[in-house]
């Protein structure tokens, strides 16, 4: 029999990750460890997996190239401010001796060596790290941006252009401590994610009070949880009320109320009174814990226009070191300038490296999915954003999205002689000892009720008990017409709108009708009409109701196209059929009943995500609090995010073949190539960094 091998797997958290093809440089390093089986890099999250006994030390040693740090996946990482950043200092003193280099230059001149001196402390301290990298991947025909980088500057000092090598390298030194920024900020969303429930809590456990690590709580504790503090552990409330604020998990901006039986959510603030907890779910377990792991995972996913950037990108480099080489000899043979075409083909290679290019979609994609996770709503992936931005139709679940999914009084039409409210006070107090949803419904809207007793219940009729002596019946209007009674016109028409109207008599008085209905959510006609505002050329509703309920309600939200008595396997058929229709189309329903339609969909979209681990797993996209509303802000983000990526590529292209146009007159300089490529990927981040802002 053969021996199972169980392999250690470990994750980590990096710092200083922040350019893509480093990244991928310390990945490749890592799996080049012996002890390193399998190796999962997540540059948007700054995460690192590893399978094998490799140590903290040769990880980092792995990533030295680049100083990355690396963290056990359960420690904060420290946050050190900008401005006391090792880059940022290195940056600062480098310009310094620039400064002074400069001031050198223009008195002493620029071949004295006082001022060579300067410029090559300038370069040393702002670009060392650079020339190590550089330097060893010459050496092994590894062509990255520090290699072309560092050919150009060699280059520069050999032809005796120290000022520009040593202004080139300060300007490049500024550009990577401005992306390192720009990143950490586009990954502010995961940390502060991360930072939202507390790491110990207080736990009464066998009679006393005791403080742990929520690592160490078990499921059936009891959390003790005080006025202001936050919930750490989810779980269910044992005692006492209070309001609890979930805007963390699901974007709510109004308080929750909270009694014994309801659920609470770790990460979320317990706003006034003291409540006692049941840990329902370990740590890790948490609806906290999976949308921070499954935020990472989609931020790890590549989106399709990442893919095709990142396949581009491979042919690019190697084309550009072409072009640098052709533009250095060729002109050089013809004229003999060798000064000014060697000076030419530097140029080249520096406006040449692919970081704007590289970096142009997963900026976009991290901050996007990281400012929809903040609002409530998990994107579960690059591709399900970009695929909700081209959606064409929505198609819409009736019971539970469209409308509020549980029956609500909605009409009361009282017999001439009787008010509203004893109409309401009669059939609640005989509905008072059913369990029927309809009647939960119409004893909700009672404050008051009569003492009822000797309560029946007759199938397909209604039910009856008697108060006060009187037997009062609350059933279908049939009913009443076989107890002589006839119920006005407008009872009907209540029927014929796919309500259930329901007549209150007894043996002698018809005292009026009621009419029950699943409500439709207040936003939901708005919300149609969004969509409708933003572009979406359809709206679906699919529905297992009577096709007379459906048009009714359809009527009333804006709805124009119905498919009614729909069996599930019938809705993923409708879905399919909307497909050849309009393109891509997103459904939208619990998540549940409604799995086929949503796997077949080209987006599916789960409604109330928290606490739903179904809805969580198997949508493409799950609205974590039962919201409609954040429909079209998902799609407007979505659309804004395909318009950003869009604009980014074109921009990042557009600069290096413009600066690249400026060889033709013999006008590109190192200074402009810089500035082409720091000032291209500068502005594609703070471009990308625009999403933060899109709201509900």
Excluded at 44 to 51: E, N, P, Q, Y
Excluded at 62 to 69: C, N, Q, T, V, Y
Excluded at 120 to 136: D, E, H, N, Q, V
Aim: charge should be negative; glycine fraction near 8%; proline fraction near 4%.
């Amino acid at each position: 029999m053969r021996k199972k091998v169980f392999q250690l797997s470990k994750t980590y958290r990096l710092e200083n990750l922040s350019c893509t093809s480093c990244a991928a440089k310390f990945e490749q390093n890592i799996r080049n460890l012996p002890e390193a089986k399998n190796v999962e890099l997540n540059f948007g999250a700054s995460k690192l997996r590893v399978d094998g006994n490799v140590s903290i030390e040769a990880l980092e040693k792995a990533g030295a190239f680049d100083h990355i740090r690396v963290y056990p996946e359960k420690q904060r990482v420290p946050h050190v401010p900008f401005y006391k950043r090792r880059q940022t200092v290195e940056t600062a003193i480098s310009f310094v001796f620039l400064l002074v280099g400069i001031i050198a230059s223009f008195q002493l001149g620029e071949t004295h060596p006082a001022s060579i001196g300067l410029f090559g402390a300038s370069m040393l301290i702002g670009g060392y790290r650079m020339f190590t990298t550089g330097l060893k991947n010459l050496g092994r025909l590894e062509f990255d941006m520090k290699t072309l980088m560092t050919i150009a500057i060699i280059g520069a000092v050999i032809i005796g252009e120290w000022r520009e090598g040593a202004v080139v390298v300060f300007l490049f030194a500024i550009s990577e401590a401005l992306e390192s920024f720009s990143m950490n900020k586009a990954r502010q969303s995961i940390r502060s994610l991360m930072d939202l429930a507390p790491s110990r809590a207080l736990i009464q456990r066998d009679g006393e009070l005791i403080e742990l690590e929520t690592e160490d709580i078990r499921i059936g504790d009891v959390l003790i949880v005080k006025p202001g503090q936050k919930i750490a552990m989810d779980g269910t409330v044992l005692r006492g009320e209070s309001a609890v604020n979930q805007a963390a998990i699901t974007g709510e901006s109004i308080p929750a109320t909270k009694q014994p039986g309801d659920e609470v959510f770790a990460g979320t603030m317990n706003e006034e009174g003291a409540l006692e907890v049941t840990v329902t779910k370990r740590v890790e377990d948490t609806t906290i814990a999976k949308i921070i792991h499954l935020v990472e995972e989609a931020q790890a996913e590549k989106a399709p226009s990442q893919q095709f950037v990142d396949r581009f990108a491979k042919y690019y480099t190697p084309a550009i070191i072409a072009v640098a080489f052709l533009v250095a000899l060729v002109p050089g043979f013809v004229t003999g300038n060798w000064d000014l075409w060697v000076y030419q083909g530097l140029a080249v290679l520096v406006v040449g490296c692919p970081c704007a290019l590289v970096v142009s979609t997963p900026v976009a994609i991290v901050t996007a999915i990281g400012n929809a996770a903040r609002e409530g709503v998990l994107i579960k992936g690059g591709i399900h954003l970009e695929e909700t931005g081209r959606i064409q139709a929505v198609a819409f679940d009736k019971t539970g999205t469209l409308t509020k999914g549980y029956p609500e009084l909605t009409d009361v039409l009282p017999e001439e002689g009787y008010t509203r409210e004893e109409v309401v006070k009669l059939a609640a107090s005989v509905e008072s000892l059913s369990q029927h949803p309809l009647a939960r419904a119409i004893t909700k809207q009672a404050p008051e009720l009569y003492p009822s007793e000797r309560f029946q219940s007759l199938t397909g009729k209604g039910v009856h008990a008697e108060i006060g002596g009187t037997r009062i019946r609350v059933g279908s209007l049939k009913w009443a017409e076989e107890h002589g009674f006839h119920a006005p016109e407008a009872a009907y028409r209540l029927q014929e709108s796919g309500k259930s109207a329901m007549a209150v008599f007894s043996g002698k008085h018809l005292f009026g009708v009621i009419g029950v209905a699943d409500a439709i959510r207040e936003e939901s006609p708005r919300i149609i009409q969004e969509l409708k505002d933003i572009g979406v050329q359809q709206t679906i509703m699919l529905t297992g109701d009577h096709p007379a309920t459906a048009k009714a309600i359809a009527a009333e939200i804006g709805v124009t196209d119905i498919r009614a008595s729909l069996m599930p396997e019938d809705k993923l058929t409708a879905v399919k059929e909307l497909q050849a229709q309009y393109g891509r189309v997103a459904m939208i329903g619990d998540g549940i009943n409604d799995a086929p339609a949503l796997a077949a969909s080209d987006i599916g979209i789960a409604m109330g995500g928290a606490g739903t681990d179904a809805a969580l797993e198997t949508a493409d996209i799950a609205l974590m609090a039962d919201d409609l509303e954040k429909l079209p802000y998902t799609i407007r983000l979505s659309r804004k995010t395909l318009r950003i990526i869009k604009e980014n590529i074109i921009f990042a292209l557009a600069l290096k073949i413009l600066a690249l146009l400026l060889i033709i007159p013999g006008w590109l300089t190192l200074w402009i190539a810089i500035f082409a490529d720091m000032g291209a990927t500068l502005l594609v981040i703070l471009n990308a960094l625009r999403l933060v802002k899109v709201q509900k």
